[in-house]
């Protein structure tokens, strides 16, 4: 099963593209969409889509599982990102690829085996599952990783979306 796991935002979306077959994973891409700051919102939101279009063109993954969005005290913020998980969810959907959300605490159970674990302890099992060297600078990017493996970890019991 090929997987693209995306950690949702609207300056950075973090995705990876990762395989998954009789328990092993392999890392096949990951990296980011970036936007720039000062260019107008839809235009961001556009070329979120776009590129996330392409990815799905490119590497063709049986299903997308994306982080549900975790709300902090800046509700323009958490607005913004909901726009761009709304882009991402509509690419999945225009493009007939079962598309998926979990909650950093199901991310993290399923990475960790401990929902509350710290970003430290994601990023220490994450690079050991992907039986990685290093892992990407940005945190975006691996977290798509870690929500791709919760996926896999997840994929018999998750309702698409």
């Known amino acids: 099963m090929r997987i693209l796991g995306i950690d949702p935002g609207f300056a950075i979306t973090g995705y990876s593209i990762i395989d998954y077959e009789g328990n092993k994973f392999k890392l096949i891409n990951s990296g ?4 720039k700051a000062g260019v107008s919102f839809p235009i961001r939101l556009t070329k979120i889509f776009d590129d996330i279009s392409m990815l799905i063109d490119e590497y063709k993954p049986d ?22 998980r709304g882009v991402i969810l509509t690419v ?19 990475v960790t085996g401990y929902g509350r674990a710290d970003k430290i302890q994601v990023q220490k ?3 050991t599952i992907l039986n990685v060297e290093n892992l990407p600078k940005l945190d ?18 998750s309702q698409k979306i």
């Open 125 to 127: 099992m994450v690079k």
């Open 32 to 35: 980011a969409v970036t936007t």
């Open 92 to 110: 999945g959907c225009k493009k007939n690829i079962p598309t998926f959300e979990y909650t950093p605490l199901q991310i993290k159970q399923s």
């Open 140 to 157: 975006d990017t691996t977290d798509s990783m870690a929500a791709a493996i919760c996926h896999a970890h997840s994929a018999k019991f």
């Open 63 to 84: 299903a997308i599982s994306v982080e549900e969005l975790f709300f902090n005290n800046n509700v323009k913020t958490a607005i913004n990102v909901a726009q761009a």
